[in-house]
């Protein structure tokens, strides 16, 4: 096994001692019994691929569709540019705000979906690069706390993240008793979102992981802020829940 691999396990196991005993864990706020590991596609390097952002010269404010069919906004910053098995793919990478600095996530549904992985998709968290060249490592994609529990709420990919291709890397479904069981989520979509101009997220030093990574809990069911669980900067926390539309 190679240092990666075994820095990843590492990593993976982590995740799950925080998931099975922390009290900011979805599992143990939303009482979700039979907690025994998560369950990931084996690793494999070949899913570590080159990647570019494309900023937008204005980003763009958009509306994303949440778990509980309600919306949260966001800025669209640009399209991370890269290519898988001899094909050009692009992802639009978002921005939640402020708060969380340089970190960007981005929701991504494959063909893996709904099948092996998540019914509407995983995620991946990056901290903003000054030259925007970055290395997209899919083995680290990870679920929204909603795959979990419905006490917590996420928004979902929007279709330009699509990805006709099976990613058999990162997290899988959670699934309490048959990890190979059809997992199937609603049908998602990206709504109109108004339009607006923001300056581009600048990179600054990274103090704490990212607030906005992670799902964002009912009011009476988690605490106002939530500690990182270990390796968070890798895969274990849902993405950015910046402030919903009201209706």
Request: aromatic residues 8%; proline residues 13%.
């Amino acid at each position: 096994m190679s240092s990666y691999e075994t820095e990843l396990q590492k990593e993976r196991e982590a995740k799950d001692q925080f998931m099975a005993r922390h009290p900011e864990s979805p599992f143990v706020i939303g009482e979700v019994p039979a907690f025994e590991g998560l369950h990931y596609f084996p690793i494999d390097p070949s899913f570590r691929v080159e990647a570019r952002l494309r900023r937008l010269e204005h980003p763009e404010e958009v509306i994303l569709r949440t778990n509980r069919d309600e919306e949260m906004t966001c800025r669209h910053v640009g399209d991370m540019v890269f290519q898988l098995d001899g094909q050009e793919h692009s992802l639009r990478v978002f921005h939640a705000g402020e708060q969380v600095g340089p970190s960007v996530f981005i929701p991504f549904r494959d063909a893996t979906c709904g099948l092996e992985s998540y019914g509407p998709g995983r995620y991946l968290i990056l901290q903003l690069t000054e030259d925007d060249r970055y290395t997209l490592d899919f083995n680290l994609s990870f679920n929204p706390y909603c795959a979990y529990t419905d006490r917590f709420e996420c928004g979902f990919p929007p279709s330009e993240n699509d990805i006709a291709v099976p990613i058999r890397a990162g997290e899988m479904a959670w699934v309490e008793e048959d990890p190979n069981a059809v997992v199937m989520g609603p049908e998602v979509d990206e709504r109109p979102a108004k339009r607006a101009h923001h300056p581009a997220p600048v990179p600054a030093p990274e103090e704490e992981p990212p607030v906005a990574a992670r799902s964002k809990p009912t009011p009476k069911s988690a605490p106002k802020k939530a500690p990182a669980p270990p390796g968070s900067h890798r895969p274990p926390r849902a993405p950015a829940h910046a402030k919903r539309s009201k209706h």
